[in-house]
């Protein structure tokens, strides 16, 4: 069985120091493959003090699991504490409208803001039954085969794992397809903003983006308004619960975070999956024969190489949640899924690539109050995508060596040049 990365530079092993260690996000051979390091820790323990990020990061899947569902850590931490308490700065004026759609977000609330909002938009979204998409996935995913199928060779990225995720979330919040360029533009530089080591540029950037997306939903919305369809937009519009519904902001808000987390996870799953089916020389033929063993093998493509590999979290009350980590309020805390996910202790031999475990609770979509909204959706767009891909396709092999992006929390490759 081969490790999920065949390229080039050496894997970075962590420098440890006691209870702490050192390793930068950003060296290639840590960010192109994680694995190596992520055994190196787990042979230390669950937890370890990250000097990088200045604060614990947990690894272990038992104290990862338990810490999405523990409510004394939480995405936000300004319902408990003032800024003043926190010896916070003054929020960045040149990051406003970013803020202003961060502050309302569905993904950085907690209870019982959280609680009021995904009830709001979870009614408008398990109303749309994910599962009646398929046939449309179907034949997007054929379309797109047919269109390259003769050049014998294509970058599966951009001409395959990116349209299917953007099409389909752009038809169901009916977002006209000729925007889903410009959409992708403007979602690309809002998540810089969640890169390791950001700029001032960056975050510049990310707010022009924010601003000019937020101008066009508004108006879109407006329109909306005034000719209800069957889409999640106006499901969102119409969604109550008791006398409440969404907000203008709250609206405009979710909207692109559904835009932003409804493509941007799920075209490098895709990648990523590619990726390992192909340098593992796993079968296609029997991880696809059924419906079943579809859902397996997309469970470990999820397991051994997720797209999102840390997510964190701030600390709401002390507590020592590990033996040895001993957290004040207002402390940050790293979650790693991807480390998680290989974690020996819930997985036998993490690093094998084996489509058909039966293990369970892979955590690449998270836990708890935060889990992802958007899991159905993603589990049916990859069950669909990554079958038709190499039925259509069975000769397909990689065209050179898989180049990973310098983006740590956010695996992905850079291009998927495949032949066939
Ligand atoms: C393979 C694809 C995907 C992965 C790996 C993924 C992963 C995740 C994870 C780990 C979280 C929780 C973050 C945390 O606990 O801090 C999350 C939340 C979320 N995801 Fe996904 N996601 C994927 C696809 C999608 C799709 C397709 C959509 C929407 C259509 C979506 C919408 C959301 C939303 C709205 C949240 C916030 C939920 C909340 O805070 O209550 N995701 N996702």
């Not at 009350?317 to 996910?341: F, H, Y």
């Amino acid at each position: 069985m081969a490790t999920a990365s065949s390229a080039a530079p050496a894997p970075t092993l962590p420098v440890f120091d006691g209870t702490s260690m050192r390793l930068s996000p950003k060296d290639p051979g840590f960010y192109t493959d994680p694995y190596p390091a992520y055994a190196a820790i787990h042979a230390r323990g669950p937890a370890i003090f990250w000097e990088e990020y200045g604060h614990w990061c947990f690894a272990g899947h038992d104290l990862v699991n338990r810490s999405l569902r523990e409510r004394r850590f939480g995405r936000q931490i300004l319902h408990v504490a003032s800024r003043q308490e926190l010896g916070w700065p003054l929020p960045k004026p040149h990051l406003a409208d970013f803020d202003r759609l961060e502050d309302v977000s569905l993904l950085e609330l907690e209870p019982p803001a959280h609680t009021r909002l995904r009830t709001l938009v979870n009614r408008a979204f398990v109303s749309r039954q994910v599962e009646r998409l398929k046939p449309d996935i179907e034949a997007l995913a054929h379309s797109l085969i047919d269109g390259f199928e003769r050049d014998r060779h294509a970058e599966l990225l951009a001409s395959y794992g990116e349209i299917i995720p953007v099409t389909i979330i752009a038809r169901m919040l009916g977002v006209p397809m000729e925007m889903t360029p410009q959409l992708l533009d403007w979602s690309h530089r809002m998540v810089r903003m969640y890169m390791f080591l950001r700029d001032e540029d960056i975050e510049r950037d990310a707010n022009a983006a924010a601003r000019q997306f937020t101008l066009y939903l508004e108006d879109l919305i407006a329109g909306r308004r005034r000719a209800l369809g069957d889409d999640l937009i106006s499901h969102m519009l119409t969604a109550r619960s008791g006398d409440d519904g969404l907000t203008a902001t709250e609206l405009v808000s979710t909207t692109i975070l559904l835009l932003n987390a409804g493509h941007e996870a799920t075209v490098h799953q895709i990648g990523n999956a590619v990726a390992t089916i192909l340098s593992t020389g796993a079968d296609p033929k029997t991880m696809f024969a059924d419906d079943r063993s579809t859902a397996l093998a997309v469970e470990e493509c999820m397991r051994f190489d997720p797209p999102l590999h840390m997510f964190t979290r701030w600390v709401l009350e002390d507590c020592e949640p590990s033996p040895g980590v001993t957290l004040r309020k207002g402390d940050r805390i790293g979650l790693m899924l991807g480390a998680a996910n290989h974690d020996p202790a819930r997985f036998p031999d993490p690093g094998s690539f084996r489509p058909d475990r039966d293990d369970g609770m892979q955590l690449a979509f998270g836990g708890g109050l935060h889990f992802c909204i958007g899991a159905p959706l993603a589990r049916l767009e990859l069950q669909v995508a990554l079958p038709i891909l190499f039925e259509r396709l069975p000769a397909l092999a990689l065209a050179e060596p898989p180049r990973w992006r310098d983006a740590y929390h956010f695996r992905g490759l850079e291009r998927l040049n495949a032949s066939w």
